[in-house]
């Protein structure tokens, strides 16, 4: 080691110990912030709320990823694993300036510090994650699994950019992030950036060991060299020893990913490198107190949070609180007005080499418009409402090819091994799917396997969300698909971005806007004849139900045409999450892509085609409203309709249907909401509903409650009674089908009762022989399968 760069590690020390310096006085200091005077009681916050024990192990990373920055001109995104992180963050994006830039009041003096200090972890101020408020950040770390798999996304299709991702150990213990290692697997050295990896063993979760802290050197090497990865080890706890170890671990991570680019960038040929990653092993709560009343501190789960828990109560305490702060020997690190020394300063990258200030932070700066396909090219052709079948999803899939080639380096598509299964498979026209795996000669027969692609096919619904976040937040568009069953295993990173996207409105209106976070549910509950009940649950809708109106959506297209203008509409909506129900099998089609446009806009529409309660001379007042949601309790509502008025016709019936699931709650919960006055008129104020609804039909009850006519909303869906059945005996098993609905009409028109006993007599005797049918026979009848619309469409 030459003497100049000893000279530059003895100050990034010092700039380390500011920021740990920093990290503590977050967590405890209200008032005093350079210790100006002895501390008092009334210098320590009332209310002690932080996470100490990661914090001077990622400020020790920002320090030395400052370095390179600076030395090669790199432009470097840092992301926090770790739980509870933000410490390790603010500190540094205080002190090269990326903080007091976005919010001037915490300005980098005396005065500014003192409110850096009180705002952490304090009421009506900022919390203890990366959360949006936090310059410099696109991962919260609030939910612990997904710094990796938001790494990835951040770099696909940025091949300048390296996301740095500290793995925090309590972290590494989860599913997603055990399997998000694999995302090497999907980084193309040629298009994509490059993502580091540094795995922080600080040995300690909440008050448990972590695994990988306790297995011997060589399994953990292992297991990263299994994984794909080639670890570097920087371990110790003397600082000095340990800069030097990390400058030459992050100087050989560097040239080693330069190297792989370089090479691969001039011969056009991508492969798949043994990346570089690096094992961080550091004491817990590194450079605190090392034990306090004979119990230990330093190095020990006890300092995962606030290692001192009572300094404003205990005198003992506050005077090692005061003695930890003075050994940071902040009168070398800051001057008398509380301003960085000048040469500490120039630590710092510049302007947006700056890890707080990156433009790929805040990827909202970097969004282009997205260049959607005209609709128009992919529109179902209706003569007659109700008479042809389509795969609704196969011209979704047509869209996004041509999409796809309008955007070729902002659009990708995730999706769990079923692009093709959910009738998207147009999109391999124009894009593979990503592999850097290794390639046999059988791929070529339809594997659709490319070193670059826009396709992305895992079987981790975690790792897929988490990539396509990553791309969303650094500024990109990206569309994730699943089978309705599943998407369960993503609710919690679906809700984790809404609260970010709903943080960002409400506290962060400096973050740009980004594309909407989208999710095509398909394969859906009332189609699993083979599947059977396990694959039965349309309950992901039910969480957007409690999340922000401003920033969630839910579409419930019944035919193709409709979804076509739902992706025109959702797809170019930003900083929203969109769920999109629409299942692949043939349906029926019903509307021209003229009608559905109007219908999606409005969001909830009276059928008029199918109505009979519009009768010209005299003004509309229906016996009964039939209302349905989805495209199966659309068909299985038409058809019921098509009975009642063949077997009743003097019954007067309004068809309405619903797209746009949130119209049916008030404007003030929802953009989407209808007014008290259009829902009254088209549902009524007096009238029976009989609502069939795709999923559990309590949630429709929740957005209608407050209406004037809730008390006569009947609604039916699903009821969890499934099994392997024909899609008419589920149907009928949770009493969605035209049978029981028409006996619905019967119970609940006070006009009918016993007058139409004998129809309803017909529906039992339909379900019985109906429901043998499928049991003798392992199909639905022609009668059913077969059915069109045959009454004449009303104009």
Known sequence: MDTVREEELQLIDRWWRAANYLAVGMIYLQDNPLLQQPLQPEHIKNRLLGHWGSSPGQAFIWAHANR??????????????????????????????????????????????????????????????????????????????????????????????????????????????????????????????????????????????????????????????????????????????????????????????????????????????????????????????????GKKLEGFWRSHQVPLAAPNKDPEQLAMLESWLRSYRPEELFDANGILRSDL????????????????????????????????????????????????????????????????????????????????????????????????????????????????????????????????????????????????????????????????????????????????????????????????????????????GEVVRVYLPPDANCLLAVAEEALLEPNVCNIIVSDKQKHLQYLTLEQARVHVAKGIGIVRWASNDDCGTEPDDPDVVMACAGDIPSKETLAAVEILRLEIPQLKIRVVNVVKLFALTQPTEHPHGLTDRDFDTIFTTDKPVIFNFHGYPWLIHRLTYRRTNHSNFHVRGYKEKGNINTPLELAMNNQIDRFNLVMDVIDRVPSLGSRAAHLKERMRDSILRHREYAHTYGMDAPEVTDWRWTLPVAT
């Open 345 to 548: 300063q120039t630590l710092s990258p510049r302007g947006d080499r700056r890890m707080g200030s990156s433009p790929h932070a805040n990827g909202g700066q970097l969004r282009r418009s997205l260049r959607l396909a005209p609709i128009e090219a992919y529109a179902v052709p209706v003569e007659q409402p109700g008479q042809t079948e389509y795969e609704n999803t196969a011209v979704l899939g047509a869209l996004l090819r041509d999409t796809i080639a309008r955007n070729p380096d902002s659009l990708r598509v995730f999706g769990p091994d079923e692009t093709a299964s959910n009738r998207l498979q147009a999109i391999y026209e124009v894009s593979k799917k990503v592999w850097m795996e290794d390639l046999l000669p059988e791929d070529a027969g339809g594997g659709e396997l490319g070193r670059s692609g826009r396709v992305v096919e895992m079987l981790s619904e975690h790792t897929l969300v988490g990539m396509m976040e990553g791309y969303l937040l650094t500024g990109r568009y990206g569309f994730f698909h699943t089978y309705e069953a599943f998407a369960h295993v993503i609710a919690s990173m679906f809700n984790q971005h809404a609260k970010w996207l709903e943080s960002c409105n409400l506290h962060a209106k400096w973050r740009a806007p980004i594309g909407a976070w989208n999710c095509l549910i398909s394969s859906t509950v009332w189609r699993q004849d083979h599947n059977g009940f396990t694959h039965q649950d349309p309950g992901f809708i039910d969480l957007a139900g409690n999340k922000s």
């Open 68 to 293: 390179v920055i600076r030395e090669r001109d790199l432009e470097m995104l840092y992301l926090s694993g770790p739980g509870h992180g933000a410490p390790g963050v603010l500190g540094p994006t205080y002190l090269d300036g990326s903080y007091s830039e976005i919010y001037p009041d915490k300005s980098q003096d005396a005065e500014g510090m003192r409110r850096f200090f009180k705002q952490f972890s304090f009421p009506g101020h900022i919390g203890s994650h990366c959360t949006p408020e936090t310059p410099g950040s696109i991962h919260e770390g609030g939910e612990l699994g997904y710094v990796l798999s938001h790494a990835c996304g951040a770099v696909f299709d940025n091949p300048n950019l390296i996301a740095l991702a500290c793995v925090g150990d309590g972290e590494a213990e989860t599913g997603p992030l055990a399997t998000s290692w694999h995302i090497n697997k999907f980084l193309n050295p040629i298009n994509d950036g490059a993502v580091l990896p540094v795995l922080h063993l600080n040995g300690y979760k909440i008050a448990n060991p972590t695994l990988l802290a306790r297995i011997p050197h060589e399994e953990l090497a292992s297991l990263m060299r299994g994984y794909g990865w080639e670890p570097i080890f920087v371990e110790g706890s003397e600082p000095m020893a340990m800069h030097r170890a990390m400058a030459d671990a992050m100087d050989q991570a560097i040239e080693t990913i330069q190297r792989v680019r370089t090479s691969c960038r001039a011969s056009g040929e991508a492969v798949r490198p043994a990346w570089p990653m690096i094992v961080l092993r550091s004491p817990k709560g590194w450079t605190g107190p090392q034990e306090f009343q």
